[in-house]
Structure formats: structure tokens, C-alpha cells
């Protein structure tokens, strides 16, 4: 039987999407994996998505199928995205989460791996406090965190600015949001692919 991985992303503007694409790659290269990619429901009223231009950027991963909080139960591992709100996930990802109490309930998440990417407008913009935050409701559910250790070298890297963390990749966005994914955000973002996949596969032949 193949490792079921579930990546379930929000992305307003693009970057938590690309950041989900490349997780993917990275987690596709373990073998007997199996990758579903899945975005969260948009809580933003229409007209206030095309106002600020998000609709438009939204349009390219409108093919991306959207999650049903039940789907959870069918995955081995799941890695979660989100853009950060003043240090936090954000409402359209926290309004997803509130509709597992059934699952909990249940424990139909205990000992599922549970991973976390993220991003922020600046450097300083909540970066680790999104993800630790958001790795309370994991561990409400019985999840196995797993974060990107620092065999990933890219962490480290000081000769540009860059995100990317032990607790999960990260991307900055600028405040305006023009800034994309750099390359090493990405493959910091692959390595928790590849990481996590692993885990997972382990646990799951175990």
C-alpha cells in the first residue's frame, strides 16, 4: 500500500502555493508515496478578492481541488500551509481546522505525521510563532510533528535574506506582496517534502 501524503494549503496572493508545489516535489521523490494537493475554502467575499487583485493571482492554482476536513483521516502524513495573520494561521485555515472536532472526537488524526509551512510579509513578521502556534492544534489531535532539521544545510544561510526555519519552510512575501519563493526557500520547502515523506513511509511500513 502506498504512504498517502496530504498537502492543505490557503494561498491569497500565490507564495503559500508555491511553497505547497515544491513540499510536493520534494515529498514525490520518496518512492511508494502517494501526493494529493488541496487548498483550503475562501472565506473572502468575491468582489473583495478582485478589488485587491487576489483573484486574479488565485487563478492560477484554481484547478487545485479544495479540501474536506474528513479527507484528513485517509492520510498518513499531512503538511499544512498558511500565510501568516499578526503571528498566526490565518482565519481561512483556522475556520478549516475548526470543523475537525469530529475527527478529534473520533482520534482519527493520533500519530499521523503533521508538518507545517508558512509565510510572512517581512522578516520579522511571525515566521516561527505561525507555525509553533499552529502546531498546538496538531498536537490537540495526536499528531507527530516534524519540523526541517538542520541537516538542511539552507537554513543557515546568512549571504541573503531568506526564509525558512527548524519548525518548517518559510517564504517572505514583502509587504506588498512582491517578492516570490526564492530558490533556497523552495528547497529548504522540498526538503521538508522529502523529510516529512520519509518519516511517514517508516511509520507507515513500521
Same mark, same amino acid.
Given at each position: ?26 515529498? /514525490? ?13 475562501? &472565506? ?13 493571482? /488565485? ?34 485555515? /483556522? ?7 469530529? &475527527? ?16 510572512? @510579509? ?36 546568512? @549571504? ?25 526557500? &523552495?528547497?529548504? @520547502? ?9 518519516? @511517514? ?6
Amino acid at each position: 500500500m502506498s504512504v498517502k501524503i496530504q498537502i492543505v494549503f490557503y494561498s491569497m496572493y500565490g507564495h503559500v502555493h508555491q511553497l505547497a508545489e515544491a513540499v510536493a516535489e520534494g515529498a /514525490r521523490e520518496v518512492p511508494g508515496v502517494e501526493v494529493g494537493l488541496f487548498q483550503v475554502p475562501e &472565506l473572502v467575499p468575491e468582489d473583495a478578492l478582485e478589488r485587491t487583485g487576489a483573484k486574479a493571482a /488565485r487563478a492560477a492554482f484554481a484547478h487545485i481541488p479544495v479540501a474536506r476536513p474528513e479527507q484528513l483521516a485517509e492520510a498518513d502524513a499531512i503538511l499544512f500551509g498558511t500565510p501568516t495573520r499578526f503571528g498566526n494561521m490565518c482565519a481561512q485555515m /483556522r475556520n478549516f481546522l475548526d470543523q475537525t472536532g469530529g &475527527l478529534w472526537a473520533k482520534g482519527a488524526l493520533i500519530g499521523k505525521v503533521g508538518s507545517v509551512f508558512a509565510s510572512t @510579509a517581512t522578516q520579522h513578521g511571525g515566521q516561527e510563532t505561525t507555525i509553533t502556534s499552529f502546531h498546538t492544534t496538531l498536537l490537540h489531535h495526536g499528531m507527530v510533528i516534524v519540523g526541517v532539521p538542520y541537516s538542511e544545510a539552507r537554513l543557515t544561510t546568512m @549571504a541573503e535574506v531568506s526564509g525558512g526555519t527548524p519548525y518548517g519552510a518559510t517564504t517572505l512575501a514583502a509587504a506588498d506582496g512582491s517578492r516570490r519563493p526564492s530558490e533556497n526557500e &523552495l528547497e529548504i @520547502a522540498r526538503f521538508q517534502g522529502r523529510h516529512v515523506a520519509g518519516i @511517514a513511509a517508516r511509520l507507515h511500513g513500521g
